[in-house]
């Protein structure tokens, strides 16, 4: 039977080689409550494959958003993945890659943070919250050698440099601070021309996430991997969009993003007549 967190943290207090990580502590007295480091391949979850996520720098902290769409193999066109995850009041992580095993990275990140801030009695950076989850990442190696990779990004709003920050990992579980903007998943290479037109310091909170919709609006697009999987606004179905900033982590309302949308898919619309009006 799984032990409780309580009895896990007693555990810590009363060993005597003591680590300050959590995932080494659980690998010592509970391995069977860390993430599989194999696949079967017959859990449909396991099988539902994230797409394209993102993360903005805006003049008040930072958003993060995602598509609501799976490229799970059977279900191609399933929608209830939600792949910007809380961590705690100041930190959301957007992922791209196997669902279920990002769910599973999440709540170990989260109880890393928890565990380390209670031996240090003190709250964990931004700085430290981003090697921990290079940590978690690293430990993934043989789930990506079986094409099974989770690739996250860090954002959140960092209490002592007073700002917004965005980090990006590769594979091996490096990780690099992203100064504007930030992109995982299949639809990158279209949602990052996007971004790269689009973005421009000091842009507040509601022109991040129209920009932030656009983008994954293009890769959608553009990208088969994540055909059919955008705003829809017959269908009521809009990208999932979590906001940052000094008073903590909000998730942006459904009607709000659907307002956004629209706006965007209306520009998009008149540009496009646009375009083919001169033509």
Not at 240 to 267: F, H, P, Q
């Amino acid at each position: 039977m799984p032990l409780p967190l309580s009895d896990l943290d007693e555990d810590y207090l009363t060993s005597s080689t003591p680590t300050d990580s959590f995932a080494l502590l659980l690998r010592r007295v509970a391995p069977e409550l860390l993430p599989p480091t194999t696949v079967d391949t017959s859990v449909p979850e396991l099988l539902r494959h994230g797409r394209t996520a993102l993360a903005i720098r805006c003049s008040g902290g930072v958003i993060a958003a995602a598509d609501l769409g799976s490229a799970m193999t059977r279900h191609p066109n399933q929608r209830d993945i939600d792949r910007i995850l809380g961590t705690d009041d100041r930190c959301v992580i957007g992922v791209a890659g196997a669902a279920g095993l990002a769910g599973e990275m999440i709540r170990l990140f989260q109880a890393e943070v928890d565990h380390l801030e209670k031996i240090q009695g003190r709250r964990i950076s931004m700085d430290g919250r981003a090697a921990r989850l290079s940590s978690l990442v690293r430990s993934n190696g043989t789930m990506m050698a079986q094409g099974m990779a989770v690739t996250p990004l860090l954002a959140g709003w960092d209490d002592l440099a007073h700002r917004g920050r965005i980090f990006s990992y590769d594979g091996t579980g490096g990780r690099t601070e992203e100064h504007a903007y930030a992109c995982v998943g299949s639809g990158t290479l279209f949602a990052t021309g996007v971004l790269s037109d689009g973005y421009r310091v000091g842009m507040d909170r509601d022109e991040a996430i129209m920009l932030a919709i656009r983008a994954l609006h293009t890769a959608i697009s553009d990208d088969t991997a994540s055909a059919r999987s955008g705003p829809d606004l017959s269908r009521g179905l809009y990208p999932t969009v979590a906001y940052a900033n000094s008073t903590g982590v909000t998730r942006i309302a459904t009607d709000e993003v659907a307002m956004l949308a629209k706006r965007v898919v209306d520009d998009i619309t008149a540009e496009t007549d646009h375009q083919e009006s001169q033509s």
